[in-house]
């Protein structure tokens, strides 16, 4: 995006909220609508949270007079006198009629504890049950534990929940409450497919005539499988951030991935983002004939409580092998057994072929206290890739890294990290790339360039990925063959050898019986409404994910 439509963005009269001289600056508001769920998508740091406050009340808009803030009364005429008079409308209830608003805010959970008989913030010494139960407003507590599935984890503290159980009880808390305003920032974070399309019925559950829900989420699929309108963000990260009016669901994310607002006549991004499988260099058949073929045998590996069987697979040079599964059905402890951190169950006479090859793993888990900086790091581990031009025009520079190099790597943000991880396990020179859920902390647009990043690597060093990913657009564009999970989580989990895409988006998909499809306009995948008439005729067809290119 060119500076002087930053500038011009900026200097614009609309600002909702200022934080301070040199400061983050948020111009237009979404507008949310009763009775409709309105998403929020944009890249990180451009105001997405901050206009989740603005909306809840707890941040008053000062229509960028920090020094000298306005009363409500010239706000709500601020609002009405502009385009987004819908503000006026919302803010007014909000204030005047005291609407009632909960957040489950994007990192935090605020767990209530009675201390000399008030309810304070605390966020630990609490199981799950109590937490439901102190917050619980609708007698809901019991349905929504069992939709979210945390009916097993009731008597867990909440100090001990994985990622995906402590998003899960954040939800189910602000969904119990009796509320008119329901906000939801980034509900799908730590979720697998499965518990994404729940949370987003659990959300939609909310919705009447007289509530507003809204809700920021980066899986573009989620988003639009929830979703009745949509808000776009555009801006400069840490400069200022601006929300488009409201489009509808298709419409919205068009416009994101395109990036051109045609409302406004503006552009927000130098290029589209498309999701076209073929955009990729293809391979001839004579070059397909000289890729070597690896094999891995059937192997298990189990703990005390867990057991995974991998049933036996092959792979060639040049391909990706996209794990798709539930949480807890091993995508980690297979990763774990290709890269060697994990030997598999002792079995008499099998023959692991892929250990004569070399790997390169980026971990799931990504916490560094190191004091290192970006620059020292890559130089360190990586210094024959970043001295290379084409590894720094294909993967350092889409990922931002440059931005990233003087940085302490225990100051960085998820986002950050997991964008230096990647490009450490891609500069490593290997066989074999093992990557374990590169979307994590990624907003909407990085996990599309990052999927570019990684497809392009593996197509021009005719080397071979193994992914996994719960990221539904993600999968689905590096997929060039699936493994796919079954089992009962946590407990006994088979991984099925590697399939073709369509064959096993069919398996997956009919395991959660969903049906899926890709917009024509820009190949991103859509899951299909419940109930809708897409979904009904694929369904009774038994084509459950359908691709037409």
Same mark, same amino acid.
């Given at each position: 995006?060119?500076?002087q ?12 909220f ?9 111009l ?8 409709e769920v ?10 997405k ?5 603005l ?6 808009p ?27 409308c ?7 009629h ?5 957040i ?27 937490c ?6 609708r ?10 599935e ?9 100090e ?10 954040a ?10 305003v329901?906000?939801f920032?980034e ?5 697998d497919?499965?518990?994404r ?6 959300i ?13 989420e980066?899986?573009l699929?989620v ?5 009745d309108?949509?808000?776009?963000f ?9 929300a488009t ?25 130098g ?16 070059e ?18 867990f057991? $995974? ?18 949480n ?12 060697r ?10 023959n ?5 090859l070399?790997?390169s793993?980026k ?7 190191s ?7 890559l130089h360190?581990l ?31 943000s998820?986002?950050e990290?997991?964008r230096?991880?990647l490009?450490?396990?891609?500069g ?9 859920e590169?979307?994590a902390?990624?907003?909407s ?5 990052a999927?570019?990043?990684i ?5 021009r ?30 407990i006994?989990c088979?991984?099925n050898?590697p399939?073709?895409?369509?064959t096993?988006?069919?398996?997956f $998909? ?15 995948p859509?899951?299909?409404k ?8 694929q ?6 994910y359908?691709?037409?290119?």
């Open positions: 995006m060119a500076d439509e930053h500038k011009r963005i900026a200097s614009v009269k609309d600002t909702s200022h934080y301070g001289p040199n400061s983050f600056r948020l237009r508001l979404p507008v949310p609508r009763p009775g309105l998403g929020i998508v944009g890249r990180n740091g451009i105001g949270t901050t206009a989740i406050e909306l809840s009340g707890s941040l008053k000062n229509l960028g007079r920090f020094h000298d803030p306005p009363e409500w009364k010239e706000i709500f005429n601020f609002f009405i006198e502009s385009e987004l008079h819908g503000l006026h919302y803010f007014y209830r909000l204030i005047k005291k609407m009632k608003t909960t489950k805010s994007q990192n935090g959970l605020c767990i209530p504890e009675f201390r000399q008989g008030k309810l304070v913030p605390k966020a630990v010494h609490w199981n799950v049950g109590q439901l139960t102190e917050v619980d407003e007698d809901m507590k019991q349905q929504l534990a069992a939709d979210l945390l009916i097993q984890v009731m008597n867990s503290n909440v001990s929940l994985s990622g995906g159980e402590f998003q899960r009880l939800i189910a808390m602000a969904a119990v409450k009796n509320a008119d329901y906000l920032d509900p799908s974070s730590y979720l497919v499965k518990q399309l729940k949370a987003a019925h659990v939609r559950s909310l919705l009447l005539p007289n509530i507003y829900v809204i809700v920021v980066h899986d699929t988003l639009d499988y929830l979703s309108c949509i808000c776009c555009y801006g400069k990260p840490g400069s200022h951030g601006a009016l409201p489009f509808s669901v298709k419409e919205g994310i068009n416009i994101f991935l395109d990036g051109y607002v045609p409302t406004e006549k503006f552009r927000f991004r290029e589209s983002l498309t999701l076209k499988v073929a955009d990729t260099p293809q391979e001839s058949a004579e397909i004939e000289t890729y070597a073929t690896h094999r891995y045998p059937t192997m298990t590996k189990s703990y005390e409580n057991r $995974l069987k991998v049933v036996e697979g092959e792979f060639t040079d040049s391909q990706i092998i996209v794990m798709l599964g539930e807890g059905t091993g995508k980690s402890t297979f990763l774990q057994m290709l890269g951190l994990l030997m598999p169950d002792p079995v008499e006479g099998s692991f072929e892929i250990h004569s070399e790997i793993y971990p799931q888990k990504m916490g560094s206290k004091e290192a900086t970006v620059k020292s790091m360190k990586i210094q024959s890739a970043c001295k290379d031009p084409q590894f720094v025009s294909n993967v350092m520079k889409p990922l931002l890294i440059q931005k990233l190099v003087n940085k302490k790597l225990v100051d960085l998820g986002g990290l997991q230096v991880l490009t450490l396990c891609l490593k020179p290997a066989d074999l790339y093992l990557i374990d590169p979307s902390f990624l907003d647009e990085l996990r599309i360039v999927s570019k990043v497809k392009n690597f593996i197509r060093t005719k080397k071979t990925a193994f992914v996994a990913e719960h990221d539904f657009i993600m999968a689905t564009y590096l997929a060039d063959r699936l493994i796919v999970y079954q089992g009962v989580p946590s006994n088979v991984a050898p399939q073709p895409l369509v096993g988006m069919n398996i $998909l009919s395991n959660l019986d969903i049906t899926g499809r890709r917009d024509p306009t820009n190949f991103r859509r899951i299909n419940p109930e809708s008439t897409l979904h009904l005729e369904k009774s067809t038994g084509c459950y359908y691709m037409d290119d």
